[in-house]
């Protein structure tokens, strides 16, 4: 009498067990005996990323690191019009793509531009081959007027895993802002600050790029 598919998986991966080490062992036998497969899945994940090559972006002031910026950081309320307001949301949308909430990072975007107008699960497909996303942001530039509008320019250092090779993935981008000017007749969402471009970041010897 032939032996069901999923019954002869389980006979295979019992045989092999003494073959195996103790957490392989372990996740072979929850499999076995009918262990719910996203924990599974889960706790697999979990120790590959235990022997994978740590992610250890470069320091400040080192080539691949954020601007060595040594001034004071401000300490209580944040004005949110400001370039440090600026820099709060870049945080809050690095936040969101590490949390994997992509529909609310993508609202950070302004409307009008590609990332802001494209459709939801094309964004999203943007970051699919990283199975983390992490960023240290650095100090806002000051910022710059034009047509109405005001625009800042954030350094992020972005570092993540690369999901097909477990491999670690740096770069540095330049995180464009832009809000309408406190002008009369504008709208508090218009006054808000919102993603506008996320470029390369210059090397140190290089002058970081201007909004345009």
Same mark, same amino acid.
């Given at each position: 009498?032939?032996?069901?598919? @999923?019954?002869? &998986?389980? /006979?295979? /991966?019992?045989?092999?067990?003494?073959?195996?080490?103790?957490?392989?062992?372990?996740?072979?036998?929850?499999?076995? @005996?009918?262990? @719910?497969?996203?924990?599974?899945?889960?706790?697999?994940? &979990?120790?590959?990323? =235990?022997?994978?090559?740590?992610?250890?972006? *470069?320091?400040?002031?080192?080539?691949? +690191?954020?601007?060595?910026?040594?001034?004071?950081?401000?300490?209580?309320?944040?004005?949110?019009?400001?370039?440090?307001?600026?820099?709060?949301?870049?945080?809050?949308?690095?936040?969101?793509?590490?949390?994997?909430?992509?529909?609310?990072?993508?609202? /950070? $975007?302004?409307?009008?531009?590609?990332?802001?107008?494209? *459709?939801?699960?094309?964004?999203?497909?943007?970051?699919?081959?990283?199975?983390?996303?992490?960023? @240290?942001?650095?100090?806002?530039?000051?910022?710059? +007027?034009?047509?109405?509008?005001?625009?800042?320019?954030?350094? !992020?250092? !972005?570092?993540?895993?690369?999901?097909?090779?477990?491999?670690?993935?740096?770069?540095?981008?330049?995180?464009? /802002?832009?809000?309408?000017?406190?002008?009369? +007749?504008?709208?508090?969402?218009?006054?808000? $600050?919102? !993603?506008?471009?996320?470029? &390369? $970041?210059? =090397?140190?010897?290089?002058?970081?790029?201007?909004?345009?």
């Amino acid at each position: 009498m032939p032996v069901a598919r @999923n019954g002869y &998986a389980a /006979l295979l /991966l019992l045989a092999g067990l003494s073959a195996c080490a103790p957490g392989e062992r372990s996740t072979l036998e929850n499999v076995a @005996n009918g262990a @719910n497969t996203t924990d599974i899945e889960e706790t697999v994940e &979990a120790q590959a990323l =235990s022997v994978m090559e740590p992610l250890n972006p *470069p320091a400040p002031g080192t080539p691949g +690191g954020l601007p060595d910026d040594r001034a004071p950081l401000i300490e209580g309320p944040i004005d949110p019009g400001t370039p440090q307001g600026a820099a709060q949301v870049v945080q809050g949308y690095y936040g969101l793509l590490e949390a994997k909430r992509f529909d609310e990072a993508q609202d /950070l $975007w302004r409307d009008g531009t590609d990332h802001g107008d494209e *459709p939801a699960k094309a964004f999203a497909q943007h970051f699919a081959g990283f199975s983390e996303i992490h960023a @240290n942001i650095g100090a806002p530039l000051d910022s710059e +007027g034009a047509a109405g509008s005001v625009y800042v320019t954030v350094p !992020v250092q !972005v570092y993540a895993r690369v999901k097909a090779t477990g491999k670690p993935y740096y770069a540095l981008r330049s995180v464009v /802002l832009r809000r309408t000017n406190d002008v009369p +007749g504008s709208t508090a969402e218009q006054r808000r $600050w919102h !993603v506008y471009k996320i470029g &390369a $970041w210059p =090397s140190l010897s290089q002058t970081p790029p201007k909004p345009q």
